[in-house]
């Protein structure tokens, strides 16, 4: 049985306003030495693996202009590390370094620290439940994502190499 639009119409509206609270509970602290733009752009990052900046730019779905400051930053701070593309000498290659993966681990006690005053009154059990069903949302997402992905592979096969 599928689901009903009521109930997946009710459920983007639950997910937004998730993430729409969650930022505001783990990104209001004073404490963190990153801004809060450049720790997701860290995050991502870390969670891609070394890249090029424009094919971090699609990840983030944001244009290369506007990660184009943060990178600077990042750089700047020593939290990333840019390096030519031996595979072309024009292009350069990110990736997060140390210091960058220290903050990336600091800020995730942090936030994981936050989280668990906030979830004082849940019970073990509601919190994995909670963490199973949005794992299992995320694979559901990344799923659907790569089936898109390959349905329209021939049209932005093309379309990515030139942005790439």
């Avoid at 400051?69 to 030519?84: C, I, K």
């Avoid at 210091?99 to 620290?113: I, K, W, Y």
């Amino acid at each position: 049985m599928s689901v009903q639009p009521e109930t997946s119409q009710a459920l983007v509206e639950a997910i937004f306003m998730f993430g729409r609270s969650l930022r505001a509970a783990v990104t209001t602290s004073t404490d963190s030495v990153v801004p809060a733009a450049l720790v997701t752009v860290l995050f991502v990052l870390a969670n891609r693996g070394e890249c090029r900046q424009n094919e971090l730019a699609v990840e983030l779905c944001v244009s290369q202009s506007a990660l184009s400051r943060q990178m600077s930053d990042l750089v700047d701070a020593g939290y990333v590390e840019r390096h030519p593309d031996p595979e072309d000498k024009r292009a350069f290659r990110i990736r997060v370094s140390e210091s960058g993966h220290e903050v990336l681990r600091q800020t995730n006690e942090r936030r994981a620290a936050r989280l668990r005053d906030m979830l004082g009154e849940w019970s073990q059990e509601e919190a994995s439940a909670a963490v199973t069903a949005l794992q299992r949302l995320t694979e559901t997402f990344g799923a659907s994502m790569h089936k898109q992905d390959s349905h329209t592979a021939p049209i932005s096969a093309g379309a990515e190499s030139i942005g790439r």
